[in-house]
């Protein structure tokens, strides 16, 4: 997430209390990587690649948590877009990953002071967001034909399925396809 403020209240008082309020904006951020706009044209046929998850220690290939999640997302949207996934003969060849980030985010702070001796105070949560990485290789020249971010809220795990999915139909949005 970009950290873009929507709302934000100061209020200072005579005795030296001030109080500061920020909400961020809860929505996909989407970056994308396009190498021509012709790259993409002919594509009919995909193969998916190993998926992989950045976690604390390391990134794991075939992680049972998230992997299928991320994969049975970016196969639903890619079969959306008309392609097809085989494996072997394709098009393009489909690497996607996972990764998750804390954002800190300050919800008020206090500043109070009598006399020389000054003391505050913060009060604070962690944003957790998702981020969805899908990169398309041509598999003649193994060069990149097209790559995408896709960052949205992480919410509670229950929901974890349905924020990927959010995150990766976003990333879609922006695939070119003539």
Known sequence: ??????????????CGLTITCRQPLI???????LASETALADVRYFRMLPSRVLRKTRVLE???????????AVITE????????????????????FFTTAIPQ?????FYWFGVDPRGASIGRYNHAATVAVHLINPKTQQSVWAALSSAPAG???SLKSNIDK??????KKYLRR
């Open 62 to 72: 075939g992680d049972a948590q998230y992997t299928p999640l991320v994969t049975a």
């Open 106 to 110: 300050i919800e008020a702070t206090v």
């Open 1 to 14: 997430m970009s950290g873009l403020l929507v709302k934000s209240l100061a209020v200072a008082t005579p």
């Open 156 to 158: 509670r795990a229950s």
């Open 78 to 97: 890619m079969t959306n877009k008309g392609l097809t996934q085989v494996t072997a003969i394709e098009d393009i060849e489909e690497s996607a990953g």
């Open 167 to 172: 995150a990766t139909r976003a990333l879609f």
């Open 27 to 33: 929505a996909a951020d989407v970056r994308v990587w």
